[in-house]
């Protein structure tokens, strides 16, 4: 089985902080995604990365950055963390050619 | 632009009865489309995919390219079906998706 493991399943951060969210998946896919799930919103995709270093811009990538330095590893790092970034953060992967995405359980963040 | 709509957010149905969540796109090429379903406490996982043409827990979705549509359908609910589920695409040349806002679906005893 496909395994994508979020370090966190809940943070709670202050304003201002810069916060690191991990995401690791075990089956060598060279794609990767993070996501914010809203209510009322859906997923919206922040940045994803088709290789190790390489990063794209999403459709919100505002207030957040990213690193892909292993292929197992991409992480979400919010560099000033503001209340409006609260929320459920879903990290994804999926293999080069593939459309089907393998998901993790999520990390809720609070921003206080 | 594309886009995947989801009308309903909340569907209420009782055991038993038929079920369907609606799902229009807006995509002028051949886009793939998904089901995810999230059940409680569990993370997001495909149900089923367009290409696949299968059933998956008594869930089907045909394409429809001509009203761009992908409702998911299913003839008896059960109480094990209340979940949040999304509809989603991608299109040729990206692996991203782009997601419905999704619908709740709550099975009813």
């Known amino acids: 089985d496909v395994k994508v493991t979020q370090s966190s399943r809940y943070l709670v951060k202050r304003t201002g902080e810069k916060v690191f969210l991990e995401c690791v998946q075990d089956m060598d896919h060279e794609n990767m995604f993070w996501y914010r799930q809203d209510p009322g919103l859906g997923l919206r995709l922040i940045y994803f990365?088709?290789?190790?270093?390489?990063?794209e811009k999403g459709d919100i990538p505002e207030g957040y950055s990213v690193s892909r330095e292993k292929k197992e590893r991409f992480s979400l790092i919010l560099e000033s963390a503001s209340t409006n970034q609260t929320s459920m953060y879903l990290c994804?992967?999926?293999?080069?050619?593939?459309?089907?995405?393998?998901f993790g359980q999520g990390t809720r963040l609070t921003v206080v | 632009a594309q886009r995947v709509t989801q009308p309903e957010k909340l569907l209420s149905v009782f055991k038993g009865a038929p079920v369907e969540l609606k799902c229009n796109y807006s995509y002028s090429g051949s886009p793939e489309l998904f089901w995810y379903v999230q059940y409680s406490r569990q993370r997001l996982q495909l149900l089923l995919r367009?290409?696949s043409r299968e059933s998956i827990k008594g869930f089907t979705a045909d394409l429809n390219k001509g009203e761009t549509s992908f409702h998911l359908k299913k003839p008896f609910a059960q109480e094990e079906d209340s979940a949040m589920y999304y509809c989603?695409?991608?299109?040729?040349?990206?692996?991203?998706?782009?997601f419905g806002t999704g619908t709740r679906l709550k099975v009813l005893a």
């Open positions: 990365s088709y290789d190790v270093k390489m990063k």
């Open positions: 989603a695409l991608t299109t040729s040349g990206t692996y991203k998706y782009i």
């Open positions: 367009h290409i």
């Open positions: 994804a992967s999926s293999e080069q050619g593939a459309r089907v995405a393998f």
